[in-house]
Structures are given as structure tokens and as C-alpha cells.
């Protein structure tokens, strides 16, 4: 089955770009997510990209697809106090499946 | 748009008793819901798959006579914890998934709750 796993820890100085990185082992995954989450609270779909594309660019987020190594990154522009939390990548075969979630990758904004 | 809520938020409750949480599609049909356990620091493990007007998937390992899903329509889902143990003690969170796509060839997108704190003394 599909595996995905993501560094556990990051910490970025307010301002600069956080960058988190993801890896998964179905090369069937069509679907590639990334949710955030903060203490407490459930999960909020930040982005999600297609297996067909290399890049999507959504304001301060911007996501790469390297489908060739199975790798996926979010970078966070300008990263903000309000950033810090845990980061979720997902990943799906089509979208009506089910999604494997990495194991979350913490990050700390400090001023 | 694509809220979700649950019910409680946070519940405590003695070992033995059972507990049901809600789980709400506020403004989208969702004919499929899925339930998930989160253990502290770490990822979100689903544990059943939820089809309205059906029974419920269980994943590997979840015992489905101790976590009674019910998904009665569109809009709703129950999870009732039976004869609640200590090891129950979870973060649960349900996620709702859209009957039609929002964009064209884009996914199903799972849109989840605030999640449920469960305590069993």
C-alpha cells in the first residue's frame, strides 16, 4: 500500500520561506494534498495538486510535484507567526480514494 | 463554503459508558464520510468509511461492534465509542467528502471537522 513520510520537525525566523517536504511510494497517487492543522483543531485543506501538473502557485503557497522521485514539497512565502502548526501531506490513487496521510511535519515560526 | 462540524467538541466520560459524536456537513451533501483516530504527534489513522444509507467500511483492525458508525443522510454521520475504555481516549475527526467536485476534473476534496476530544476515566 502507499507510504507517505514527511519531516518531523521544521523551524523558520519569521519572514523567510518555510520549505516541507514529502515523499510517497504509489506512483498511482493522482491526488496530492496539503492540509494544515493547529493545536486542537481538525484539519484545513491548504492545497492539493494533480499528478499531471509540476507546480501550482496559490498566493504564499507554492507546491512541486517531482512525479519521477515521488516527491512533494510546499514552500510558505514570507512565513508568518500565524504559519506555525502541523503541515499534512496526502495522497490518493483517483479522486474518490481514500487518503494516506504522512505523519505531519511540525513547524515553528519564531520571530 | 465546505464546513464541517462535530459534536462535541470535548467529552470526558466514566469507562463503561458510551459516546456519540456528530459529525455535520453544513452546507454541501456528502454522501460519504470517513472517521479517523488521531494518537498525540501523530498522523490520522481511518479507521471506517461511512456511505450514507449503508454500512459503514471498517479499516483492518477497528473493531466495528466497539465504534458504531451510523450515516442516516446527506448530512450526517454518528460515531457512538461503546463501553468506553481508557485506550479509547482519542482525538477523533470526521471529514466529509463532496458528492460533486467544486471544479472541473478536480478531486472529491475531504473536508474535516474541528475534531472531538475524548477522555474515559
Known amino acids: 500500500g502507499e507510504d507517505v513520510e514527511q519531516s518531523l520537525f521544521l523551524s523558520v525566523r519569521e519572514g523567510d520561506s518555510s520549505v516541507i517536504n514529502c515523499t510517497y511510494t504509489?506512483?498511482?497517487?493522482?491526488?496530492l494534498y496539503w492540509y494544515k492543522q493547529e493545536p486542537g483543531a481538525g484539519l484545513q485543506l491548504l492545497t492539493y495538486i494533480f499528478s499531471n501538473m509540476d507546480m501550482k502557485q496559490d498566493q504564499r503557497l507554492t507546491v512541486l510535484l517531482n512525479k519521477k522521485d515521488k516527491h512533494l514539497s510546499l514552500r510558505i512565502a514570507d512565513t508568518q507567526t500565524g504559519d506555525s502548526a502541523i503541515y499534512f501531506c496526502a495522497a490518493s490513487t483517483d479522486s474518490w480514494g481514500k487518503l494516506q496521510f504522512g505523519a505531519g511535519t511540525q513547524v515553528v515560526v519564531t520571530p | 463554503g465546505a464546513v464541517v462540524s462535530q459534536h462535541p467538541s470535548w467529552v470526558i466520560c466514566k469507562s463503561g459508558t458510551s459516546v456519540k459524536i456528530e459529525c455535520r456537513s453544513l452546507?454541501?451533501?456528502?454522501?460519504?464520510m470517513f472517521w479517523y483516530r488521531q494518537f498525540p504527534k501523530q498522523s490520522l489513522m481511518l479507521m471506517a468509511t461511512s456511505n450514507e444509507g449503508s454500512k459503514a467500511t471498517y479499516e483492518q483492525g477497528v473493531e466495528k461492534d466497539k465504534f458504531l458508525i451510523n450515516h442516516a443522510s446527506l448530512t450526517l454521520s454518528t460515531l457512538t465509542v461503546t463501553s468506553a475504555h481508557p485506550e479509547d481516549s482519542s482525538f477523533y475527526i470526521c471529514?466529509?467528502?463532496?458528492?460533486?467536485?467544486?471544479?472541473?476534473?478536480?478531486?472529491?476534496?475531504?473536508?474535516f471537522g474541528p475534531g472531538t476530544r475524548l477522555t474515559v476515566l
Open positions: 471529514s466529509a467528502r463532496e458528492s460533486r467536485s467544486r471544479t472541473s476534473g478536480g478531486p472529491h476534496t475531504q473536508y
Open positions: 452546507d454541501f451533501q456528502a454522501t460519504t
Open positions: 504509489d506512483s498511482s497517487s493522482t491526488y
